[in-house]
């Protein structure tokens, strides 16, 4: 659907639109009568030549297309994809197009340009003798601050406890030698005597009567 636009006598002497062929610059002023009032269209070549060069057999798809690219190339217009189907936006359309009776457009608006990743230093880490160590930036510097090394002192680990079995002899020693009323039991008299006769040597106090 064709629609009324305004051509203002600055376009003829715009230096950015002088960048243009002239061909191309026809095809731009009547690009804004096939765009809808927020400056988007399809991009498809084929509606754009029945639109706007229904009568020149010489002008053909690939002309339209060629123009097309000139204006992307040159800043006019910005050709984009939504779900696999082709769109244009004319740049800075509201500032020179100011439609009385404004349809909102039931086109996608062009994606929002990505920033760009901020500046990132590419000069050489490296020594200049070539010895291949890093050089890292001087604490401070950089990103956030860098905190100081600290000491800290780490405490030898303990030495462990000797839990060696005492001798045998202190056992048999300590243990009671006398039953109730200070007599001894023949059941403890024959354990001494069997401790003693592995070790080889005879109970204390001699023999057992």
């Given at each position: 659907?064709?629609?009324?636009?305004?051509?203002?006598?600055d376009?003829?002497?715009?230096?950015?639109?002088?960048d243009?062929?002239?061909?191309?610059?026809?095809?731009?002023?009547?690009?804004?009568?096939?765009?809808?009032d927020?400056g988007?269209g399809l991009?498809?070549p084929?509606?754009?030549?029945?639109?706007?060069?229904?009568?020149?057999?010489?002008?053909?798809r690939?002309?339209?297309?060629?123009?097309?690219?000139e204006?992307?190339?040159?800043?006019?217009?910005?050709?984009?994809?939504?779900?696999?189907?082709?769109?244009?936006?004319?740049?800075?359309?509201?500032?020179?197009?100011?439609?009385?009776?404004?349809?909102?457009?039931?086109?996608?608006?062009?994606?929002e340009?990505?920033?760009?990743?901020?500046?990132?230093?590419?000069?050489d880490?490296?020594?200049?003798?070539?010895?291949?160590?890093?050089?890292?930036?001087?604490?401070?510097?950089?990103?956030?601050?860098?905190?100081?090394?600290?000491?800290?002192?780490?405490?030898?680990?303990?030495?462990?406890?000797?839990y060696?079995?005492?001798?045998?002899?202190?056992?048999?020693?300590?243990?009671?030698t006398?039953?109730?009323?200070?007599?001894?039991?023949?059941?403890?008299?024959?354990?001494?005597?069997?401790?003693?006769?592995?070790?080889?040597r005879?109970?204390?106090?001699?023999?057992?009567?």
């Open positions: 659907m064709a629609r009324m636009r305004t051509l203002k006598p376009f003829c002497q715009s230096e950015a639109i002088a243009l062929t002239i061909p191309c610059r026809l095809h731009f002023a009547m690009l804004w009568t096939y765009a809808d927020d988007r991009d498809n084929r509606l754009i030549k029945a639109a706007l060069w229904p009568l020149d057999d010489e002008v053909g690939q002309q339209i297309d060629e123009w097309q690219d204006l992307e190339a040159n800043g006019r217009i910005v050709r984009y994809e939504v779900e696999g189907r082709a769109y244009f936006s004319v740049v800075n359309f509201h500032e020179h197009q100011r439609p009385q009776k404004r349809v909102a457009s039931k086109y996608p608006a062009p994606p340009p990505v920033p760009e990743p901020p500046d990132t230093p590419t000069g880490l490296r020594e200049p003798d070539g010895s291949g160590d890093v050089a890292l930036p001087p604490v401070g510097e950089g990103r956030g601050e860098v905190e100081e090394d600290v000491a800290v002192d780490v405490a030898e680990p303990p030495t462990p406890q000797s060696s079995r005492p001798p045998l002899q202190a056992v048999v020693t300590d243990a009671p006398e039953g109730v009323g200070g007599a001894v039991s023949a059941a403890t008299r024959e354990k001494s005597e069997q401790v003693w006769a592995q070790l080889g005879p109970p204390p106090g001699g023999a057992a009567s």
